[in-house]
């Protein structure tokens, strides 16, 4: 039997994860003709409840869930958008194991979602998705400060949340200079968790 295979697109806000996955779903649907699932967490009501929508206001209908639903066998392939969203409170299981059955059953999966949160931290399902990939494509934005290369996403109004649905009236790509700049407070020690 086939076993699936597994790409990641990830990245900071704005890097077109969202565009990449819908081309992707799109591809596999029309160049293959093969049926697909684009599933995204119900949590992300941003742009659409059953949509998979990118800044740019292109979208494919998805189903939203809170937990992997059951795929049947006509089913070639799965695309998750949003993925780091993929957790407790707002999924319930383990996404990651749901993504080793659907590859043990011989589905594709491509997933998309945030490397980093606005701290610099990884976000576990990501990085964990990372490491097993296939296929791994780290996308990059435009700094809203300088216009060079952004790998990092800035929180504009702080508080201690992590998981905080917005847009770009809350978050905006940065640099490394000036994502560095405004991300930690004076004096203070960076420390890394191992």
Same mark, same amino acid.
């Given at each position: &039997?086939?076993?699936?295979?597994?790409?990641?697109? +990830?990245?900071? &806000?704005?890097?077109?994860?969202?565009?990449?996955?819908?081309?992707? $779903?799109?591809?596999? @649907?029309?160049?293959?003709?093969?049926?697909?699932? #684009? %599933?995204?967490?119900?949590? /992300?009501? =941003?742009?659409?409840?059953?949509?998979?929508?990118?800044?740019?206001?292109?979208?494919? /209908?998805?189903?939203?869930?809170?937990? &992997?639903?059951?795929?049947?066998?006509?089913?070639? $392939?799965?695309?998750?958008?949003?993925?780091?969203?993929?957790?407790?409170?707002?999924?319930?299981?383990?996404?990651?194991?749901?993504?080793?059955?659907?590859?043990?059953?011989?589905?594709?999966?491509?997933?998309?979602?945030?490397? %980093?949160?606005?701290?610099?931290?990884?976000?576990?399902? @990501?990085?964990? %998705?990372?490491? &097993? $990939?296939? !296929?791994?494509?780290? #996308?990059?934005?435009?700094?809203?400060?300088?216009?060079?290369?952004?790998?990092? @996403?800035?929180?504009?109004? =702080?508080?201690?949340?992590?998981?905080?649905? !917005?847009? $770009?009236? %809350?978050?905006?790509?940065? +640099?490394? #200079?000036?994502?560095?700049?405004?991300?930690?407070?004076?004096?203070?020690?960076?420390?890394?968790?191992?």
């Amino acid at each position: &039997m086939r076993y699936g295979k597994l790409e990641v697109i +990830c990245g900071p &806000m704005f890097s077109g994860k969202s565009t990449e996955i819908l081309k992707r $779903a799109i591809w596999y @649907t029309h160049g293959t003709g093969s049926h697909i699932m #684009l %599933l995204k967490p119900a949590f /992300d009501v =941003r742009y659409a409840e059953n949509r998979v929508v990118n800044h740019d206001g292109i979208g494919f /209908d998805a189903l939203p869930i809170t937990r &992997m639903p059951a795929v049947p066998d006509t089913i070639k $392939a799965v695309f998750i958008d949003e993925v780091q969203f993929c957790v407790d409170p707002h999924y319930h299981g383990d996404v990651i194991e749901d993504v080793r059955t659907l590859l043990h059953r011989g589905i594709d999966v491509a997933v998309s979602g945030l490397d %980093l949160d606005w701290r610099g931290r990884a976000f576990p399902v @990501t990085a964990t %998705l990372a490491a &097993m $990939a296939d !296929g791994l494509w780290k #996308l990059k934005s435009r700094c809203a400060v300088c216009g060079h290369e952004a790998h990092k @996403t800035f929180k504009k109004h =702080r508080n201690d949340r992590t998981v905080e649905l !917005g847009q $770009a009236d %809350l978050y905006e790509p940065r +640099c490394n #200079l000036h994502w560095h700049d405004h991300s930690e407070a004076p004096g203070r020690e960076l420390s890394l968790d191992l």
